[in-house]
């Protein structure tokens, strides 16, 4: 399955403007994107 690598570059750049426009969003948006690519490294999804 490939179609998770297709939505990177889209969601690091809404996660870039999020972060210009409110800095505290970094915290968050870091979080979920470990916990994210944590889980799905558990289910067998390797980056």
Known sequence: M???IE???LISLV???A???VP???NYIVAIYL???GVLGLLG???
């Open 2 to 4: 490939t179609f998770h």
């Open 7 to 9: 939505f990177v570059p």
């Open 15 to 17: 996660a870039g403007i």
């Open 19 to 21: 972060i210009l426009i």
């Open 24 to 26: 505290k969003l970094l």
């Open 35 to 37: 916990i994210t690519i």
């Open 45 to 47: 999804y390797g980056f």
